[in-house]
């Protein structure tokens, strides 16, 4: 993958759409590619949250540990789709595992990087959280859903 391929694949993203350009040039400065194979975790639950995935290709189940019962698949998340916000939040440790169900492309944000330029840049700030609000509000609905189905 090239520059090119990176610059593509982040402006074409769900995530980021009706951004302006100059916001777009500032994530890409901190954005990589990242691929995963199935089985493969993007993200484990307690571990540090230091990546904000936006996923391109492919499908990730995130789940959440419930005693006596194991893993339990809260959402599954396709292209167009984010995985992690924890990054935003101290004390910054991911809330869910993200296991890949189907090969995964995904651009990679920086998120102590990510941070920083939302502090620096204010209208940036304003996009990403307005965004993220949606991808949490999303979450947690789904994680309720799964809770009531486990108590029942």
Same mark, same amino acid.
């Given at each position: 993958?090239?520059?090119?391929?990176?610059?593509?694949?982040?402006?074409?993203?769900?995530?980021? &759409?009706?951004?302006?350009? /100059?916001?777009?040039?500032?994530?890409?400065? @901190?954005?990589?590619?990242? /691929?995963?194979?199935?089985?493969?975790?993007?993200?484990?639950?307690?571990?540090?949250?230091?990546?904000?995935?936006?996923?391109?290709?492919? /499908?990730?189940?995130?789940?959440?540990?419930?005693?006596?019962?194991?893993?339990?698949? @809260?959402?599954?998340?396709?292209?167009?789709?984010?995985?992690?916000?924890?990054?935003?939040? $101290? $004390?910054?440790?991911? &809330?869910?595992?993200?296991?890949?169900?189907?090969?995964? +492309?995904?651009?990679?944000?920086?998120?102590?990087?990510?941070?920083?330029?939302?502090?620096?840049?204010?209208?940036?700030?304003? +996009?990403?959280?307005?965004?993220?609000?949606?991808?949490?509000?999303?979450?947690?609905?789904?994680?309720?859903? &799964?809770? &009531?189905? @486990?108590?029942?």
């Amino acid at each position: 993958m090239n520059e090119n391929d990176l610059s593509q694949k982040l402006s074409q993203h769900a995530f980021v &759409q009706g951004m302006d350009e /100059r916001l777009l040039r500032s994530l890409r400065s @901190i954005a990589s590619l990242a /691929r995963f194979s199935k089985s493969m975790h993007l993200c484990k639950e307690g571990e540090p949250a230091e990546l904000f995935y936006l996923i391109c290709e492919g /499908r990730v189940g995130l789940e959440l540990h419930v005693p006596q019962r194991g893993a339990v698949r @809260i959402q599954t998340l396709g292209p167009g789709e984010v995985v992690g916000w924890s990054w935003l939040f $101290p $004390p910054y440790h991911w &809330q869910f595992d993200a296991r890949v169900l189907e090969d995964v +492309q995904a651009v990679a944000l920086d998120g102590a990087r990510l941070r920083a330029l939302c502090e620096q840049h204010h209208e940036l700030g304003y +996009q990403v959280l307005k965004r993220l609000l949606g991808v949490v509000a999303d979450r947690l609905a789904a994680t309720r859903v &799964q809770l &009531q189905d @486990i108590y029942r």
